[in-house]
């Protein structure tokens, strides 16, 4: 029997820290995808943080999310989420988001991003010489950023702890597996239940090796233009 219940109490960790950076024309699922894995879990808490608080809009709709803190304010979160989005072009040359994130990356236990959020990594200098996954169109700017690019779904660089997803919806493939290194397994197939993950597409077109070449060609006119740098 425990008879100093306040004393076990105060023993327990604190919930881990998880910044999600937000900016003006992210890709919604990007960031919403792993929000949902990962909030389901109470050790773990969610922020949204953004260079300055206040509304943020997601690429090509409606959609706002609330940036509820400054990046000033999480400066060493548990864990980083990187999402990507059209928008995040202009954060490659942005000294003050590349700054927090480096700072960010010496503490945090992992570092991670989804679809092109791996490229705001590779510009603050955190994949070199690593290997490196993203949105499958835009896989071929990495190599600037001295990162092998690869077309796995996840990748987990253990050392210097960095996870990337691939295009989007790999965000939450990510998560999952972030919930099974941080606590076990058994964590991470609860909060896949939670959210009655388990796709059963009725077309199978989910990736360019596997998708018809019409709708690859559909999806790249669709694309031309969309930037892949900094403008």
Sequence with gaps: MNDHPSTEAGRREAPIEVAILLFDGLTALDCLGPYEVLQ????????????????????????????????????????????????????????????WLREAHRTSRWTTSVCTGSLVLGAAGLLDGLRATG?????????????????????????????????????????????????????????????????QPHIDAGSPAKAPAAAVELLRSDFAGYPTEAS
Aim: glycine residues 8%; negative net charge.
């Design 135 to 199: 949105h499958w169109m835009f896989l071929e700017p990495l190599h600037s950023f001295g990162a092998e690019p690869t077309s796995q779904r996840v990748v987990i660089e253990a050392e210097p702890r960095i996870i990337t997803a691939a295009g989007v919806s790999a965000g939450i493939d990510m998560a999952l597996r972030l919930l099974e290194i941080l606590f076990a397994r058994e964590v991470a197939e609860a909060a896949q239940l939670a959210i009655e993950y388990d796709p």
């Design 40 to 99: 389901n879990v109470p050790m773990i808490e969610c922020k949204f943080v953004a260079e300055k608080p206040g509304l943020i809009r997601t690429e090509g709709g409606p959609l706002v999310i609330e940036a509820q803190h400054s990046l000033e304010a999480v400066r060493n979160p548990g864990v980083v989420l990187v999402p990507g989005g059209a928008g995040n072009r202009q954060l490659l040359k942005n000294q003050t988001v590349l700054d």
